[in-house]
Structures are given as structure tokens and as C-alpha cells.
């Protein structure tokens, strides 16, 4: 048999062979460094056999793919520890059974039923049985077995659930298994790829934490154990993960929402409906002050609609009866059912809807910061990131075929202009398409406009220069879209902007304009909410500046604090002055400390702590401290004030010293 | 006996004596202008016995309360006219039968019971027919039936109306009729007071217009139809009256939405549930930037709280279920009910009780623009007016009993700011108090706390020098307020701001606040909405301004009319420059005249038209033509700009000439 290699060169091996002997025949050097191979493309092990003039290559630890083989081995290294751990505690090998034990974004998982229930300090055992695992250098074997043969294998030893999972596998796919360490070790149902040997695994991986996990994610069958754990290449990458964690753990949303007086959650009021205390208000009115001046800059126009809405409104959208899961139950007024708002998109419809267009009209370009409703089951609810009310900086675009380019590019581009403010350099545009085999029940079934629309996408990502990356079968229901994927300061990922194109919509609502050859034609839609909802992006904003928000941001600009009562009276009329000059400004009258006052206001992470003792009052100056430049003294007051104003304006992230 | 008059004289008169005998003892001149009189304050009139030792003042046409009498009259006039009326059709006179026929604003109606559907070329013939009984001067005589005989009277006749309220008349109340013309002419179950004479009633009367009216406001009853008429002393106000009205219909907010593009109500979002069109939004977010203003220089905090609740907390909040019907029905989630919400209080006070609250943190001021949802029977429904969605510059106001007098101020200093923002110069405020009888039902049980609270509001009032009147027996649920019915520039009311202090609903929530004694205390709510729901005060503005709005509430601020295509490049950068000054322009770039296109502009009310043309494109000035200040020729663009800027920031009502 023939296969071909990276370098184009094409080599003659045995029958069956598989990509440990394309290794050998190349060098001994490289089987030696060989963890996996791709074939064709694909990420396969050194243990596969390789169909006929297929292409390979073999993985090294310089391939970013290697890691994934290993975090596969991981999670059978991890299974074959918790068994030796159960065994050792007394049980029978047979007590352990397994569900799945895929690869995870960073780690990997299994999920064990067990005879007890495991609890973190079990981890540490497991951990250490793991790594003897691995230094006892076992090595893999694949072999497959007819479906009696599996089936026989687990009926024998009672096993529910990988009975369960053969019987799902399709008649004509090769039931395949993974061995380590022969029939003493450890063998699992499994497609693999695999590395070829235990001890090829690096030390650089930790079990995390155990969570519960439903047998096949449905809530009314068993309850299994799942084991996370983490792995990567080098010592750097881990301790790198586990500080990204650390770190997030600080800056956790929920913490700092909590002490920075941001949010809170009220069990009389419901589940996933925060109430915004003031200084969260102050976050999202800023939020939407930053999106009106740019979109007041791009000639969108703004229209307010109501919350709720008859149900016919929302089976002509096609919510209903396909999105009603996600909505709130109806209410009947009247013997008619009204629903409160998933999406604005509708009301915007019937506003375009609520006179004749003309060509001339488009693009026209509806924004409004509508709070949607949508069902979340209480389970899933967590924090600001998934939350039932959603406030949004909504807009929907109506436009032209021709101006479809031009138009879907400046929100992209508005999308960058909003990464800049907020200090995001690292994001991906991802472009997601239809899937052929959805058309008719995921997507519109228009196969022409899909691909026609796509294109359309496509080509104004690459004319307009921004790269991006393609998703098959992630579309939107009614055409494609970008999403985009940004990383937090620490590196955490968040999906937040959103631009989608609707070809089939503005059908539904009738929506038309007349062209310049004065007939009635549908126009595109554009779907954008480049700030996701405010409830999710105050999320982000909390963890990536850690509650230590940009001045033009922060809720509270300016402490004052007054060393005696003798100084409160300057303090006060200065803080006339910062408010009269639109900045937010509070003072500390407590009788407490100085220092103490100082620290209660790093705790609320305000950027400008004010300090008014005899010499700023004599000298109608101010001395501060400041978290985001050198603190400073004698300040004349008015000097103080433009500084700040000019920054604050400016939306600056960091402030130049006053000089 | 004796009676007081005006001037602190006494009379001696004899037995049963009427005012029509103190005015005959005083002289034939007061005896000839006599309308009416006041018996101890209360108006009456000539032919009523005057009790013992009464105060007597005669009422003449120089006496505001003289038009009430003659309007009475006029409704009895108009009855006899309208059975006339039917007699001279061929009818028996006993197939026409009457309601009720009050005094009200303005005018009189009455209600008829007539064989025939009434249409407006009727009145011109009643109106005639009321002239000629006027001319007959037919006197008006007084007199008491004892309740069997009055029973007896209308049995004759087979009138069930008239039965029906002889019933439902106290035991020891006089049934007393009024007859003018003698047995041939016209008598009424009535209570007066009228003159007594017709001649003496001003020709300044007019029918307006007919409506169905269920007996008693009861829908399952009859349904009668009213005729309601105007009448002045004088020609001149009948004919500002007439004005007023057609004025009211030119401005009416339900037509000039429409035209200037404001609002749009769609079938199939709903009843009441108005979809705010770009035009519109631009006027609710203008309100909304002043009242961000004046709350922030009045240190409000914003807060944001979500839509809707579970049940629990309308239940806690006394909304539900006394409120019920005011309500959006219930939806069904997870087996909780959740409702939409009727009003903001109860979430802004889970907020106060969201931490531990001490006497230095008060005054604390929540403001939010919460839309909140009443369910309104759809056939009261009327344009912005009485709409379902509301939304609210809402706020409450948590303060001691010590601080309560200054902030309550502060808020109707608030308010009169507003009014005069909006050149809102005449307005009356209305303090509203409890009504004993409603104590535990209408009113929360505890009348010391009204008392006091009452006498709180009454103290800050005098003590501002703010005027007020007062009302029994129109309090809230939870405390007295005061109400402010403003008029609009045709003198239309309208009652917008309210004011309301809460001693009670504090308790429920147990809100408190540790004191200087270090004690829990519950402090005082103050809850206020200065600008009303923005529905309503923009339907106001509407009418108030004729949509000929100031130029910082103006939708459109700026059109600018190239002459030529050759103009167009011009016109844009100029509108770019208006863009970026923070001002609202369009362009019309049609291939219309320009006259055409100038007479659009003045359609949509733009306050000002800036002509392009090859001299301007030249100079690089504008020519505009403004509804502000005379149109001016070749002004620099940056003159221009900033006198825009400045007037638009200053929020003056009337723009100075650009010099």
C-alpha cells in the first residue's frame, strides 16, 4: 500500500499499516517522538490502520493537536485510578462503571458511577495513583470486536451504560476498544486516538473538581460523578490555567457584583431578574451613553417599543410555536394571549412595516435598548451570564442587496471600535453557515439565498480585511451570522457580539420598499447587538478590569475624604464642583479614621480618592490618590476638575499624570 | 326672623322669607340683577326658604358662581326644548323622558330617554327652540311634594328613571321641583339652584354634540342619550371656548402623532401598547436626558429594576389583590405566578432593604425610568392619554420625619422647574387628603398617622410658599399627596405630576434605618413622577406646542434643501458638521423644487430649513428660514452651528435672532 507525506513524497508499506510503521520507515528519531498522526487531515493515533494512498503525518509534542491525544489518555489514566482507588478502598472492580470521558476545552472529564459518593481529598489519591500510571509507562493497544462480542462483554459484567452506548453506535461502525497495561490494566470502549503509551504523558495536568452529571445530560436518569481535569504540554501552560482560574475566581462577577454594590438577586422578585443598585446603573447607562454617541454617529435611529405583545405578533415572527420554550407563558387578556418580548426584532418589523418605503428611505437603521425576557431554566441560571431579563443594545438594519456590504461591514467594524474602548486586543470573528442537512427544520429552507447569503458574508469579511474563521451548521434560523469570541484580561473566553443576516424574516412581516424601477422588493435585515446583553458584558467588564473600572466607567470617580469635621464644608463645596462639572463625586462625613475612610474606598475601587485636610482648605487645592496614575498634592482645584473631564470624556483606559 | 348680610347688617324680615325678599328689602336695583343667592356659603337660589339666622349674600351676574345657575336653567331649557322638539315631530309627550341633567365644566348635559336616534342637525332645531323658551321669560317656580305624592307623580307617567331616584332619595331629604312656564311649560325632580326666570340666562350658549350614556354609568343598564352644551356669561369666552376647542382638535396629539410621525399603534401588537416611531423616541429621550439632569444636580441615585416579579412581592406590596384589576393577568412559570408591573415602588424598596440601612445614608433617592404595564379596559383607551405601557421618570424618596418637609419641597420645587422649562404657566396644585369614612378601606387604618402626615405636607407647603388647594377624601392608599393640573397653551387641563407621601407601605416591606440613637427606624417614602407617564406628557407637548416644538425637543432640528444635484456634496458635509455638533439634521435630496421641498419640511414642523444653493456652496455660509427667528441669508457655518448649540443646550423656549 502507498501513502503520502507532508513533504509530498509518497512511501510503499505492508498491508495494515498503520502510522507507527509510517514512523519506523521514516526514521527512528521520529517513532521515538511519534504520539499520533493525522490521516487525511483528521486526528488519528499510531494505532490506526490507514486506508489505501491516504496522506499522513505524524504528531509530534510540537503539534498543537498532540495535546489532545493525551488528554484522551488522561481520561482513561484517570479511570483505570479511580478503579485501582475503589479496589484498594475494599470494592469490587466491578462496582466501578463508567459513562463517558471525552475531551474538553483545556482538560478533560469522566464520569464515573461508583459506590460512594467522592469528595475533593479522594482527588489527591487519584492524582498520585495517576501518576504512577503514567510513570509505569503502559503501553496501548486498539483492537475491535464484533457487536455480540461488546455486547457479550459488558452483559457479563452487567454494565447499563456501555450496553447502552454500543446499542446507539450506527450497524456499520467498527466497535473499537483501548487497552493499557494488557487485561490487568485497563480497557475501554472507545474511538480513540490515544497516545501510544502511558508514560509519554506529561506531569503537567491536575484533577480540578467533581460535579454531578446526569447519565446522557437527561435530568430523569441516573446521576454520575464527573471528574474534571486540566493538561497541558508544559509547566507553563498549567500554572498559566490555574492562575487564569485563581484570577477569575477574584474577579468572579458574582463577588465583585456583590462588594462593588453592583447587583443583586431577590428571591421575592424572582430568578434571574437582578435589580441594578445604583452603581450598576451607573455601568449600563454609561454602556448606552458609549452606544448612542456611535450610533448617533452612524445615522441610526432610535425607536422605543413595548414589552409584551399579542401572540399573533409572534407566531408571524416564528417564535411561536418554535422559540416558546425559551419565552415567558402567556398572559390571556381579554380571551386573547399576550407574551412579553424574547426579541425586539417584530416591533422593529412593524415600525419599518408602518409606512411605504422607497429606495431612497434605506438603509434604515433601528436601534433600541430593549429588555427582553427569555426562559432559562432555574438550574442553568448563573449570575449576569445567564440571566432571564436581558437589557440590549439592539439594532436591526434594513437595507438593500447592494448596500448589504458596506453595511454588514461598518457593524463589524463598530464591533472593533467598541473592542478599542474597552481595551479587548484578542477576539475571533466566527462565521457561521447552515448545515445542508438542517434546511427545513434548523434553517429556512432556501438553499440559494443560504449560499447566496453566505457569499455575501464572506465577501465582506474579506474585502473589508477582517479575518475570521467558518462554522458549518451554526447558523442563526433565518441566514448566517459572525459571532465573536473575545478574551477577558485573563484570558477567559466569553461570546458576546453578535451580526446576523436575515433573508427570510422580512418576508413573513411583508416588509417591502420600491425600488428605482418602482416595484416592491423585500429588504435584507441585519441583526446586530454589539454589546451583547448588558447583563452579560457588565459580566465581562467586572472580570476583565477586576472591579477596577476605567474612570469614564466607574460608578464613583471621586471620594472626598475630610481629615476632621472642620474640612467637611470644603469637602462639600468641592464636591458641588465635581458634579456640577457631570462627574460622579461622593464624600466620607463618617467620624471614623483617615486611614480607615482611604480603605473603604480602595475596597469600592474608586479612581480618585480626594484627601482635604488645613493645606488643601487654605490653599483651595486637592491632594489624591489615585489607582490609575501618581498620587499627587496641591492640585489646584480647577486643574483637578479639567483633567478629569477630559479623561472621563475622552473614555480613556489609562490616564496620563497630571503634569 | 333675621338674616346676616355681606357687610355684617342684619334684616328683619317675616316668616318663610327667600332671598328674592332680602333683595327686595335691600332695593328694587339688587331686587332686578338678582340671579342666585349664598345661604351660609352655599349657592342657592331666589326662590329657597332661608332658615334662621342665616348669612345671605345675593348673587349677580358679577359673581363668578352666577354662570352654574344659569347653566342649571339651561339644562332644564334644554329638556322642555327637546320634548317640544319631539311633540312638534308627532310624538306623545310622555314618550320623551329624562335622567339626569348636571351642571358640569363649561356647560350642562342632560340624558334622554326620546323615541328616536338624535343626530347633530337636531340640536340646531333644540338650540333654536331654547332661544324662543328664553325670550318667553318663563319664571321659575319652587316646590316641595311630600315622597308619596312625588312616587305618585312620575307612576302616572310610567317613568322608571324618575321613580327610580325619588327611591333612592335619604327618608329625610325635601323632594322638591322646579317648574318654569307654569303646567304647559316644563317642571323637574330637582335640587337646584336656577334663576328664576329663563330670560335671564345669556343668549352665550351652544349644543356641542350628542353621546350614549348608560343609566347610571351602568353598562348592563339602558343606554340614554346625553346632549352636552357650552355657556358663558360673555361672548368672548364662549367664543375662546369655541376656540379652545378648535384648537384642541387642530392639535389634538392623536392627529399630529400621526402627521409629525411620532407613534403608531399596530393592531397586532395590541391595544394600548403604542410602538415609539424614531420622531417620537427623540422626544421621550430628551425628557428623559432633562430629567437625568435635574435628578443627578439634585443628587437621585438610578437604579434598574426588572419588569416583572413573582406574586409574592405585589402581594407583600398590598397590589395584589387590591390592584388586581389594574393588572396584566398572571403568567405561569415553574408553578409560580409572575406578573408584568403595575408600578416601580416595590422594587425600589427591596432595593433600600438590600443592605442594613443607617440615618447618615438618608435622604436616599431612587430614580428610575421603569415602563410599567396597567391593564385599562380597551374602550377607555385614547391615544397617549390612557395608554397600557407607561413609562415613568419614576422615583422614591427614603428620608426621616426630620428631612421629610425639605425633600418634599424639593420635589415640587422639581416640578415648578419643569413647568417652567415647558413655559407652563398656569397650574393649580391639588393637596389630597383622607376621608374618615374611608379609613380601613379606601385608606390604611390609622388616623394619627394621617393626621400627621397630612398636617407635614400642609407645613411644607405654606412654608415654601408653594399656593395649594385641598380636597377631602382623594388621598392614595398609603398617604396624602399632591396632584398638579397644569393647562396647556389653549387652556386645556391636565392632570401630570403627582406627589405622594407613603407612611405605610415603608412597614410592609419593614424597611429601616438604624437612627442616631442607634435604634431601627421606618422611614417616610416619597414617591413622585413630575413628568407623569411620558405617554401622557408627550400627548401634552403635543397639544401644548402644536408639535411646533422647541428646538431641543425637536425630532428634527435641521432640514436642509440642496436647489441642485450639484448641491448635494455641500449639503452633506453640512449636515456631517451639524451631526457631530450634537445636532439632529436630514437632508432631502429628492429630485423635487425646492419650494416642494420646503413645504414638507414645514409640514414635519423642522425648525429650521437651511436652502442650498450655488451662492452658499460659494461662501460656505447657510440661508435658512426658520419658525423661530427671522430667516437670515449667508451666516457662516460655525456662527450658525453654535447659535444651534447653544439654544439647544439652554433649553429656551424661544430663540434669540442670530445677530
Not at 454609561?286 to 407566531?315: D, Q, W
Not at 473566553?493 to 412581516?509: G, S
Not at 464642583?577 to 482611604?598: F, Y
Request: aromatic letters at 10%; one cysteine or more.
Amino acid at each position: 500500500m502507498n501513502v503520502t507525506l507532508p513533504d509530498g513524497k509518497r512511501l510503499e508499506l505492508p498491508a495494515h499499516a498503520t502510522p507507527n510503521d509510517v514512523a519506523q520507515a521514516i526514521g527512528p528519531g521520529l517513532a521515538k517522538a511519534a504520539l499520533g498522526a493525522t490521516i487525511n487531515g483528521e486526528l488519528s493515533d499510531l494505532m490506526t490502520e490507514i486506508p489505501e494512498n491516504a496522506a499522513v503525518s505524524i504528531v509530534t509534542k510540537r503539534d498543537t493537536d498532540a495535546i489532545k491525544l493525551m488528554r484522551h489518555t488522561l481520561a482513561h489514566v484517570m479511570a483505570q485510578a479511580v478503579i485501582d482507588f475503589f479496589v484498594a478502598e475494599g470494592h469490587e472492580r466491578s462496582e466501578v462503571r463508567m459513562g463517558v470521558g471525552p475531551v474538553i476545552e483545556n482538560g478533560f472529564y469522566y464520569d464515573f458511577d461508583v459506590p460512594r459518593s467522592l469528595h475533593p481529598e479522594d482527588l489527591e489519591k487519584i492524582e498520585a495513583r495517576m501518576r504512577e500510571i503514567i510513570k509505569a509507562k503502559l503501553p496501548l493497544r486498539k483492537y475491535e470486536l464484533s457487536r455480540s462480542e461488546a455486547l457479550e462483554r459488558y452483559r457479563a459484567i452487567n454494565d447499563p451504560y456501555k450496553l447502552e452506548l454500543i446499542e446507539d453506535l450506527p450497524a456499520d461502525e467498527a466497535i473499537t476498544f483501548y487497552e493499557q497495561g494488557g487485561a490487568e490494566g485497563f480497557t475501554d470502549l472507545c474511538r480513540g486516538p490515544h497516545v501510544p503509551n502511558t508514560g509519554l504523558i506529561p506531569p503537567h495536568f491536575k484533577l480540578m473538581s467533581i460535579a454531578g452529571a446526569y447519565w446522557r445530560g437527561d435530568e430523569n436518569r441516573p446521576m454520575l460523578q464527573r471528574i474534571y481535569g486540566v493538561a497541558f504540554l508544559s509547566k507553563e501552560e498549567l500554572n498559566k490555567h490555574l492562575w487564569m482560574l485563581e484570577e477569575a475566581k477574584k474577579r468572579d462577577h458574582r463577588k465583585l457584583g456583590k462588594e462593588l454594590d453592583i447587583y443583586t438577586l431577590d428571591e421575592e422578585v424572582g430568578p434571574g431578574l437582578p435589580l441594578w443598585l445604583p452603581r450598576g446603573a451607573v455601568l449600563i447607562e454609561e454602556l448606552e451613553e458609549l452606544a448612542k454617541e456611535m450610533e448617533r454617529k452612524a445615522s441610526y435611529e432610535r425607536v422605543r417599543t413595548p414589552h409584551l405583545s399579542k401572540e399573533g405578533l409572534f407566531l408571524k415572527s416564528g417564535h411561536l410555536p418554535y422559540y416558546a420554550e425559551s419565552m415567558y407563558p402567556p398572559m390571556d387578556l381579554e380571551g386573547i394571549r399576550y407574551y412579553v418580548k424574547p426579541m425586539n426584532c417584530p416591533f422593529h418589523h412593524k415600525i419599518f412595516a408602518s409606512r411605504p418605503r422607497s429606495y431612497r428611505d434605506l438603509p434604515i437603521r433601528y436601534a433600541e435598548y430593549g429588555t427582553c425576557y427569555r426562559y432559562e431554566k432555574s438550574g442553568e441560571l448563573f449570575g449576569l451570564m445567564r440571566v432571564r431579563s436581558m437589557q440590549m443594545n439592539d439594532a436591526h438594519i434594513y437595507c438593500s442587496e447592494e448596500q448589504f456590504e458596506q453595511e454588514f461591514l461598518a457593524v463589524i467594524e463598530m464591533y472593533q471600535q467598541y473592542f478599542e474602548v474597552f481595551g479587548i486586543d484578542n477576539y475571533v470573528m466566527r462565521l457561521s453557515t447552515h448545515g445542508k442537512d438542517g434546511l427545513g427544520k434548523k434553517y429556512v429552507d432556501n438553499e440559494r439565498l443560504w449560499l447566496k447569503t453566505e457569499e455575501m458574508v464572506r465577501n465582506a469579511m474579506t474585502n473589508g480585511g477582517v479575518p475570521f474563521v467558518e462554522v458549518a451548521d451554526e447558523a442563526a434560523f433565518y441566514g448566517p451570522k459572525i459571532d465573536v469570541q473575545i478574551y477577558s484580561a485573563i484570558g477567559r473566553e466569553f461570546t458576546l457580539a453578535t451580526n446576523q443576516v436575515d433573508f427570510a424574516v422580512p418576508e413573513r412581516f411583508e416588509l417591502s420598499y420600491i425600488n428605482e424601477h418602482n416595484e416592491a422588493e423585500t429588504p435584507l435585515c441585519i441583526h446586530r447587538a454589539p454589546l451583547s446583553t448588558h447583563e452579560r458584558m457588565i459580566g465581562f467588564l467586572i472580570e476583565h478590569f477586576a472591579g477596577d473600572f476605567p474612570l469614564w466607567l466607574a460608578p464613583e470617580q471621586v471620594r472626598i475624604v475630610p481629615i476632621a469635621d472642620r474640612h467637611i464644608e470644603y469637602a462639600d463645596s468641592l464636591r458641588q464642583q465635581l458634579i456640577a462639572a457631570g462627574l460622579r463625586a461622593e464624600i466620607d462625613t463618617r467620624g471614623e479614621r483617615m486611614n480607615a475612610k482611604v480603605r473603604d474606598a480602595e475596597l469600592y475601587k474608586v479612581p480618585y480618592i480626594v484627601i482635604v485636610g488645613d493645606k488643601e482648605v487654605e490653599a483651595g487645592s486637592v491632594s489624591f490618590r489615585s489607582r490609575q496614575e501618581p498620587d499627587k498634592n496641591a492640585v489646584p482645584v480647577a486643574a483637578f476638575i479639567k483633567h478629569l473631564q477630559e479623561h472621563a470624556k475622552a473614555r480613556s483606559l489609562k490616564i496620563p499624570a497630571l503634569i
